[in-house]
């Protein structure tokens, strides 16, 4: 990802490269968060739904500065996506715009989806956000995953936000097998920086001061949690619940599931074993629609 902007003397010295600054989508965003953020807090205030309201008001907000910067131009087979906590929907009202181009890799030129990403990169800049910027293709996504364990980490929040919503599926879809596949071989580095990153930055809880993001306990514990989720090869338990939670691909419901291996809640998957290798795997799916994995 790239959050530096490119020299303004550059833009202004080509009347063809200026960005009309838009009449709505981000230009008021960075207050409307702080605005939101405290009418939404106090004694009685829900921080996950605070941080999660943030987050669909950027969406928002991307999404029409996404319809301004797209008017009257065939932008098929492209999207735009958010990771970090915009993707998470664990957004504060100052977070970074983590946001990713995503495009097919045919159709269309480089120099259109430059062209496109200046319209969308330029407003938010000039709206005084703070900007994390990447434009890749699908195959260039799993690259970059595949040689940057932070990366492929961060990419595995990826939501769309505005565009062909497919582009942003065949991306996600593909990052996740990628992940599972390698899992066995990724958890063991994923866990050895974990514990460097608490070497250095010690404990949360114990901290007069500690650093929110990378100390032990943090932000970043939690996205490896969601990592180690989405690898299938441990569940996740959320809440004062001892059922953990797995969402449905197909459906889309959160579900906790019991000890025993059962959901608890609204969806209802089966499970189905399989004895194709030596080792003994269990798939699940939604008898909701038609059958695919959760995790």
């Known amino acids: 990802m790239n959050n530096e902007r490119p020299p303004v003397g550059a833009a202004a010295g080509d009347e063809s490269t200026q960005v009309p600054h838009p009449a709505r989508g981000v230009r008021d965003l960075r207050v409307e968060r702080l605005d939101l953020a405290a009418g939404l807090t106090g004694p009685q205030s829900d921080g996950i739904a605070r941080r999660a309201a943030i987050a669909r008001l950027v969406v928002q907000r991307l999404a029409e500065l996404w319809e301004d910067a797209t008017a009257g131009s065939d932008v098929s087979g492209v999207a735009l996506g958010a990771v970090g906590s915009i993707g998470r929907g664990d957004a504060s009202p100052v977070s970074d715009l983590d946001l990713l181009l995503v495009h097919e890799g045919r159709g269309h030129s480089a120099e259109e989806l430059s062209a496109l990403a200046q319209r969308l990169w330029y407003p938010i800049w000039d709206a005084g ?23 492929a980490v961060g990419l595995l929040d990826l939501q769309p936000v505005a565009g062909d919503a497919v582009v942003i599926s065949r991306a996600k879809s593909a990052l996740l097998e990628d992940w599972r596949s390698a899992a066995r071989r990724r958890l ?13 930055h010690g404990e949360l809880a114990y901290l007069i001061e500690p650093e929110l993001k990378e100390a032990r306990g943090g932000i970043r514990d939690a996205v490896v949690l969601s990592a180690l989720t989405a690898s299938w090869l441990t569940d996740r338990r959320t809440g004062p619940s001892t059922a953990p939670t797995r969402t449905c691909w197909t459906c889309g419901t959160a579900s906790r599931w019991s ?4 959901p608890t809640d609204s969806c209802s998957p089966t499970r189905t074993r399989s004895r194709a290798s030596s080792a003994s795997t269990t798939a699940t799916t939604c008898s909701r629609a038609s059958p695919r994995p959760v995790g």
């Open 259 to 262: 000890p025993a291996g059962t």
């Open 188 to 200: 063991p580095e994923l866990l050895a920086s974990t514990k460097q990153r608490a070497d250095r």
């Open 129 to 151: 956000l703070d900007l994390d910027h990447s434009v890749r293709s699908l195959a260039q996504c799993r690259q970059v995953a595949s040689k940057d364990l932070p990366a």
